[in-house]
């Protein structure tokens, strides 16, 4: 017997919506762009921006280049469904571990580290800019 009282008949993915991933890319371009723009001031800062930049442009080509092998070696039990519209994938569920979590909390998770990253150095450097021109 089931605990829920209205039965669920939501979807349930096992991979993120290409929209995420597209929200994920554009955050690790902003935290480069807010890098190089609020803290490129002295002539010693471009080799570690340089290396940082380089380190997420790894973190992003690794995953989508394992994304590409995986498109064109996929299981061949795993039938190719087709597109699912972000709508549809939004109200659907997300398996995780074993468990259901709602696809719009699992794109939270996924998004939020990134975003925390980009938008905090982002107001560190505008602080830092202040700092600068008031002293």
């Given at each position: 017997?089931?605990?829920?009282?209205?039965?669920?008949?939501?979807?349930?993915?096992?991979?993120?919506?290409?929209?995420?991933?597209?929200?994920?890319?554009?955050?690790?371009?902003?935290f480069?762009?807010?890098?190089?723009?609020l803290?490129?001031?002295?002539?010693?800062?471009?080799?570690?921006?340089?290396i940082?930049?380089?380190?997420?442009?790894?973190a992003?080509?690794?995953?989508?280049?394992?994304?590409l092998?995986?498109?064109?070696?996929?299981?061949?039990?795993?039938?190719?469904?087709?597109?699912?519209?972000?709508?549809?994938?939004?109200?659907?569920?997300?398996?995780v571990?074993?468990?259901?979590?709602?696809?719009?909390?699992?794109?939270i998770?996924?998004?939020?580290?990134?975003?925390?990253?980009?938008?905090?150095?982002?107001?560190?450097?505008i602080?830092?800019?202040?700092?600068?021109?008031?002293?």
């Amino acid at each position: 017997m089931s605990r829920e009282l209205v039965g669920n008949n939501r979807s349930t993915f096992d991979q993120l919506h290409p929209i995420v991933y597209g929200a994920v890319v554009g955050l690790v371009a902003w935290f480069a762009l807010a890098a190089w723009i609020l803290f490129d001031r002295q002539s010693d800062i471009r080799l570690p921006l340089g290396i940082v930049s380089l380190f997420f442009l790894i973190a992003v080509l690794v995953p989508w280049s394992m994304s590409l092998l995986w498109k064109k070696h996929g299981m061949p039990d795993h039938g190719h469904l087709g597109r699912t519209s972000f709508h549809d994938w939004r109200a659907g569920d997300f398996a995780v571990w074993g468990s259901k979590l709602r696809s719009t909390h699992a794109a939270i998770d996924a998004l939020l580290p990134f975003a925390a990253v980009a938008f905090g150095l982002t107001a560190l450097g505008i602080v830092f800019l202040i700092a600068n021109a008031t002293s």
